[in-house]
């Protein structure tokens, strides 16, 4: 299997466009599912019986095969971009849902106390105590997502998008390795370094944790 | 230390008739008629699950009672909004209760950033309550992680402090950290009450603190029965029952000898010449004594003024010659006291609170309370 550099050199300019494509296929499936998870956690922490079925139906979800979802989700949004987020949103919530609910579970109930002992009201004790204490595990769970989204939008290559994923169609279909070995590096690097990103964003967000005594 | 007298403040907190019964069953507090006086410590104790906590939390609607009324500064806490409330009343929590994620000063900053001071205002005001409580300027910008415990207290009361609440609530806020710390913070907190004159609850299973903050104490037995409600003094002369008694414990005497100082008790001049002779160095502060005979030491602790007959009683019984050497603020010796005045004065303190505690007792509590 050897490399054809000159193919490389000729098509640098698609390169990018199916990373940046790619890359934002994942990115908003992360962040769709975010804005899903973050008030059914909220409802699955407080709500004590809603939480085993919440939970459970994200685990539902993640079973379904992605080209099941896509083929259920075709008359509803076709052959587009939306197709693809839809389906990958629907497989990041097991991550980000469960996470986000043990996130909040993990505040320790002294310090919702102190909140509510000062005076702050449930709305703002969420906003500017639970969740914060929450991040570093809703974060570990946002990196999942993360990675998992990346590795997993060439799937939609079957519905004519998957970013990068298309590259794989194209070698395999002309037999001719190049292709599919610079999308295999790519997607890793993507995965790498998006993942580095998020290390350092919770980084930044929780000066907190890292100062120690 | 007792500037308050029982009487003289117009009850700032006043329970009428409350009843709290959680939905359990379990009765935490039973028909509870309680003044805390403004201005004054009132110190709820008793043994775990006996309803002190439960007591100090329906102030601040942290719970709601099943029935009766509680008042602060003349108005229902029911017909208030829970969450201003709490803003208007500071409250100290068990082992601080700080927020991890927060930096000390925007911890203590919590509730003049609820009442919308403004950022910069609110950091000024908790920057000056730092050196209130006794801590350095730079521990406002470390996390309370990186404090030991009795700097995280000292932020607790910070906190508590913050707006300048009339009424401090404190739940065992020094009880988990060590001895010598505890005394510590006790002292600063009579410190600090004897500027700033607030109504404070405080709640404590420990009965030496009690006794030591408090202007009253108001006792309770396991169901949320309030046993007794009166000063150290007759509390401590005159309890109402065995248990209260039991609660005291066996050194209760003791106890009441701690709240006297030995200002009056008489002294003389430092024995010369006899079988023990007392040192002093330059400053004439006292040393040890010597014996004439073998030549042999033993220590000295001098006591001032403002030291407790307690204190008194105990160095005269450790003294070889039962004398208590007696100094003035700067240590310097002022003259010797005899075990025997000692324990006359302690006699005379007891029989001095007993007859207290009876003209306090014979007065109806409610006339007490309006005069």
Known sequence: MTIDWSWIGDHTDDLTTLTVSHLQAALS??????????????IAHRVRPLRGFLLGLSNVLFTIPSIAIFVLLLPVSGLTRTTTVIGLTV???VVLLRNTVEG?????????EAAKAMGTRPLRTLLTVELPLALPVIMAGVRIATVMSISLVSVATYIGDGGLGQLFTDGFQRNFPTPVIAGVVLTLLLAVVADALLVAVQYALTPWTRRRA | MTLYRPGKGHPMIQFDAVHKRFPNGTTAVHDLSLRMPEGGVTVLVGSSGCGKTTTLRMINRMVDPTSGTIQVNGKDVLQQDAADLRRSIGYVIQQSGLFPHRTVLDNIATVPLLLGWGRKKARARAAELLETVGLAADAGKRYPHQLSGGQQQRVGVARALAADPPVLLMDEPFGAVDPVVR???????LRLQKELNKTIVFVTHDVDEAVRLGDQI???????????????????ARPADDFVADFLGAERGLKLLSLKTLADVPQGPAPEGGAWT???????KPLHWHAAADGTEIPVRPLRDSD?????????VASPTGLTARVDA???????????????????????ARAEAQTAASVPAEAQVEA
């Open chain 2, 218 to 236: 108001a006792i309770f037995r396991t169901g949320g029965h309030l046993v007794q409600c009166a000063t150290p003094a007759e509390l401590l």
């Open chain 2, 183 to 189: 005394t510590q913070l006790q002292d600063e907190l």
């Open chain 2, 330 to 352: 700067a240590g310097t010796l002022t003259g010797v006291s005899s075990r025997d005045d000692i324990h006359a004065h302690a006699g005379r303190a007891h029989v001095a």
């Open chain 1, 104 to 112: 909040l579970d993990s505040v320790p109930v002294k310090t919702k």
């Open chain 2, 308 to 316: 407790s007959l307690l204190a008194a009683l105990n160095e005269s």
């Open chain 2, 278 to 284: 007392l040192v002093l160095d330059e400053a004439r």
């Open chain 1, 29 to 42: 499936a992360v962040f769709f599912g975010l804005l899903i998870s973050l008030p059914l956690a909220v």
């Open chain 1, 91 to 93: 497989y990041t919530l």
